[in-house]
């Protein structure tokens, strides 16, 4: 896989198919593989799909030291560059939809359409930053971080329809790892208010009404502070790439392959 360097890092990417770039950006703890490897191919067919581990995921190394929103972007940036730097349809699920808000901000020379899904625009929520440090407290005991974390990631009908058996090992794969620590450390300190005006690229901000780590209404105001976006909504929990995967990629498809 192609790695490439990004101020203090060395990304390590994925690339699926060939054509028109559409990179997509993963959320807390979970790499690109395990966030979007499910969909890539579904988007695969004429587009060149770029999956990208930020720091703190699969092999992307760096110094290890504090993570900052606008270093992660840099990676997200060095990866588009690196792949010719022509504007990508560029799709942030989480943490990535703050990062992806980021790159368009600065650098909107190489955005052309913006996809931020179950995102946030700053730490002035009280819900958000106790359920972040909460979690965050759950280091030292990896079951109940395990457990925690996917009770909040999933709505309580998905969670009753997958079996036990496979609830287990989603828990199992949630896991205090240094680098979803250093994330959720990022996750209460990330402010992207004042970069939201300067977004031109055409947006659609995807919302999960059933989602109890980031709830609904952070959503909503990405919409209210982006003016050229429009806005959708799915009844999902917050990891909705899982719940409702054929009507996320029917959302993202229909709006970025639109002329």
């Not at 992806?100 to 730490?123: E, Y």
């Not at 109940?144 to 969670?159: D, I, K, N, Q």
């Not at 901000?205 to 909503?220: F, N």
Request: with cysteine.
């Amino acid at each position: 896989m192609p790695i490439v360097s990004a101020g203090d890092a060395r990304v390590d990417y994925q690339v699926r198919g060939s054509g028109t770039g559409l990179l997509f950006v993963h959320g807390t703890g979970f790499g690109a593989e395990g966030t979007w490897g499910h969909l890539a191919d579904a988007f695969a067919d004429g587009r060149s799909v770029l999956l990208p581990d930020l720091s703190g995921c699969g092999a992307t190394e760096d110094d290890g030291t504090e993570l900052t929103v606008e270093r992660l972007a840099a990676q997200v940036i060095g990866v588009i560059e690196d792949n010719g730097g022509e504007p990508v349809d560029l799709v942030g699920f989480s943490l990535g939809s703050v990062v992806s808000a980021t790159v368009a901000a600065t650098r909107p020379d190489l955005v052309r359409r913006l996809v931020l899904t179950a995102g946030w625009a700053g730490p002035e929520d009280e819900y958000l930053r106790n359920l972040m440090t909460v979690w965050r407290s759950l280091a030292g005991d990896a079951d109940a971080f395990g457990r925690f974390g996917t009770m909040t990631a999933f709505s309580r009908t998905f969670l009753n329809t997958v079996g036990r058996e496979q609830l287990e090992g989603i828990i199992q794969g949630n896991q205090p790892s240094e680098g979803a620590l250093r994330h959720i450390d990022l996750n209460l300190r990330a402010d992207i208010r004042g970069l939201l005006p300067r977004i031109k690229s055409e947006t659609l901000v995807i919302g999960c009404t059933l989602d109890a780590t980031v709830p609904v209404e952070h959503s909503r105001e990405l919409h209210a502070a982006i003016a050229n976006s429009s806005y959708a909504e799915l009844e999902s929990g917050h990891v909705v790439v899982y719940e409702k995967p054929a009507e996320f990629v029917k959302l993202v498809r229909d709006f970025i392959d639109k002329p």
